[in-house]
T-cell receptor, first 113, second 114 residues
Framework: ETGVTQTPRHLVMGMTNKKSLKCEQH?????MYWYKQSAKKPLELMFV???????ENNSVPSRFSPECPNSSHLFLHLHTLQPEDSALYLC????????????FGSGTRLTVV | AQKITQTQPGMFVQEKEAVTLDCTYD???????LFWYKQPSSGEMIFLIY??????QNATEGRYSLNFQKARKSANLVISASQLGDSAMYFC???????????FGAGTILRVKS
């Protein structure tokens, strides 16, 4: 258990489905992140939330919609995805930006069929 | 913009030997942080070691040490006495001076042979 919990661990969805990924941390961190990890590509930062406010959207398509209702929870709402969106989606949280303050979840492995 | 380069897609090491994983970076910031993470096949990212740009001594954490050469902009990870459980993907990453984004390199797959 890393302190950051992601559910579900695995998800298979059709291109017309709507699903949500959930991330939860009780580490007292005030920043949360979504990263996408595709095969043979570096981790890509998708969204950054600081104190529940979105501070970064890294040119992510609108079919990905983040939501941060409080500092402990982060969601990624998915709709009308494409097969190339299949990847490992990692959530992370931090209190400081140094000293190993980033804690990652185990990820959700998403397959779009 | 920051950039991390890991030139070794894959590495092999014999059990109990040391191995160095290369990482170079590019930034215009004066203050930054450098990290190494381990990602086993389970997918989670495990923090290994951190080096601040103003830290004069190389960071060490158990069998992990970071060979920080600021002038060359390199932050290589050294794993001593490799174990079979060290087999994983290893990522070098950095944060900028302002803000809290963590930028990753492409990673190096390490395989420890018995």
């Amino acid at each position: 258990e890393t302190g950051v919990t992601q559910t579900p661990r695995h998800l298979v969805m059709g291109m017309t489905n709507k699903k949500s990924l959930k991330c939860e941390q009780h580490l007292g961190h005030n920043a949360m992140y979504w990263y996408k990890q595709s095969a043979k590509k570096p981790l890509e930062l998708m969204f950054v939330y600081n104190f529940k406010e979105q501070t970064e959207n890294n040119s992510v398509p609108s079919r990905f919609s983040p939501e941060c209702p409080n500092s402990s929870h982060l969601f990624l709402h998915l709709h009308t995805l494409q097969p190339e969106d299949s990847a490992l989606y990692l959530c992370a949280s931090s209190q400081e930006n140094r000293g190993g303050g980033y804690t990652f979840g185990s990820g959700t492995r998403l397959t779009v069929v | 913009a920051q950039k991390i380069t890991q030139t070794q897609p894959g590495m092999f090491v014999q059990e109990k030997e040391a191995v160095t994983l290369d990482c170079t970076y590019d930034t215009s910031d004066q203050s930054y942080g450098l990290f190494w993470y381990k990602q086993p096949s389970s997918g989670e990212m495990i923090f290994l070691i951190y080096q601040g740009s103003y830290d004069e001594q190389n960071a060490t954490e158990g069998r992990y040490s970071l060979n920080f050469q600021k002038a060359r902009k390199s932050a290589n990870l050294v794993i001593s006495a490799s174990q079979l459980g060290d087999s994983a993907m290893y990522f070098c990453a950095m944060t900028e001076e302002y803000g809290n984004k963590l930028v990753f390199g492409a990673g190096t797959i390490l395989r420890v042979k018995s």
